[in-house]
């Protein structure tokens, strides 16, 4: 195992590390330059079909729904198509409403999570559209669905998910793209975002460019106890999703939040003894993190701020900044994801503690 791991100490910083490529095989041969669209043709669908589907309902357990939370901005916003995301453990025994035309989409790294698994039937049983999206060939779910878009990221070693999230939200970026396409979405707004994504990979290098940095960082703020990592839009479930990676491998509590629900309570908690990792990037929203970031710091709350790169005003406000070179609301979680990976890495390093099998957990959890 130790040759698998090249020169990485971990299976997780290595498999953090190969996400420009598992971004690019996520992406390649999926692009039509000429018409500004995805080309997804696993997903099962023709044309006709594909502008028939009238709502989106994501089922998924873990990191995985967090990719569909993104996911669910995407389809609004990008497609029009109303969208909600399950957790897969609630879908069935909640006697979910299938309409005819509603695309269930599981979302699973492994294929074969109990809880995804039941989901799958339960909207097949119900004569759902389904479309899966898996990492794993010819795992359960990718078979039981029928119709789906593997990810191609290659095998996920680490516990925690990496590399698999981020190439789940570049499919589902690619799927809203398609769909949009399919709808209301311009062919020069479609060139646009095929730019875009196909700037993931660089921005992701920049990311990576910076690990040292945020090994520093992450050593100033390894003793503390208690995080909150607050978002807006897109960057809402990218905090869920950077808390969720600092609770599994390094035994720190953190809280996602909405940035904005943290007066609703949370802030209660705050003050110099809990860290605020703020994502204050450069998208619609910022200006109402800078307020939440002041809210924090009148607590005496310490507060790391993910910002985009020559933001001033983000790195007065806070005690430590990442900088992420600039980019649209849509890929912004993808960047910002790592940079809250490589935090999470570094702090549980810095605790001594396992990282690629943390205690209690497994990579694919087949009970319900
Ligand atoms: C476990 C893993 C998580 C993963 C979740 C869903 O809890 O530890 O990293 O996100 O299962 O797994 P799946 O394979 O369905 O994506």
Redesign the pocket.
């Known amino acids: 195992a130790a040759a698998e791991k090249g020169n990485y100490p971990h299976f997780m910083l290595k498999e953090i590390f190969e996400q420009p490529e598992t971004i690019e095989n996520a992406i390649r041969g999926r692009i039509n330059y000429e018409m500004g669209t995805a080309i997804l043709n696993g997903l099962g669908f023709s044309p006709c079909e594909l502008a028939q589907i009238s709502r989106i309902v994501i089922a998924?357990?873990?990191?995985?729904m967090h990719a569909g939370m993104v996911a669910e901005y995407y389809f609004e916003d990008i497609a029009g198509i109303s969208t909600s995301v399950e957790q897969a453990a609630e879908f069935r025994y909640r006697n979910p409403i299938i309409e005819p035309n509603t695309l269930v989409i599981p979302?699973?790294?492994?294929?074969?999570?109990a809880d995804?698994i039941a989901a799958v039937r339960e909207a097949v049983g119900k004569g759902a559209y389904i479309s899966a999206l898996c990492n794993v060939v010819g795992s359960t779910i990718a078979r039981e669905a029928g119709r789906g878009v593997y990810l191609h990221a290659g095998p996920e070693i680490s516990?925690?998910?990496t590399k698999?999230f981020s190439s789940q939200v570049a499919v589902l970026l690619l799927m809203a793209l398609l769909l949009g396409r399919n709808r209301r979405l311009s062919r020069s707004e479609g060139c646009e975002l095929v730019r875009e994504i196909e700037q993931t990979p660089e921005l992701i290098r920049s990311v990576l460019a910076q690990a040292e940095e945020i090994r520093a960082i992450a050593k100033r703020y390894a003793g503390f106890d208690d995080f909150f990592y607050i978002g807006r839009g897109c960057l809402y479930p990218t905090a869920l999703e950077g808390a969720l990676k600092l609770k599994?491998i390094s035994y720190v509590h953190a809280e996602g939040y909405h940035a904005a629900e943290l007066k609703h309570g949370p802030i209660s908690l705050l003050d110099e003894r809990h860290p605020v990792l703020a994502l204050a990037n450069d998208i619609p929203g910022r200006d109402k993190i800078l307020g939440n970031i002041q809210e924090c710091r009148a607590r005496r709350a310490p507060v790391v701020a993910v910002a985009t790169a020559g933001d001033r005003e983000v790195e007065n406000l806070t005690d430590d900044v990442i900088f992420i070179p600039h980019c649209s609301r849509f890929i912004a979680p993808l960047p910002t994801t790592v940079a809250l990976q490589l935090f999470a890495y570094y702090i549980a390093v810095e605790r001594g503690c396992e990282i690629d099998q943390p205690r209690n957990?497994?990579?694919?959890?087949t009970v319900e």
């Open positions: 998924a357990c873990g990191s995985s979302i699973s790294q492994s294929g074969e999570t995804t516990v925690a998910s698999a599994e957990l497994a990579k694919s959890v």
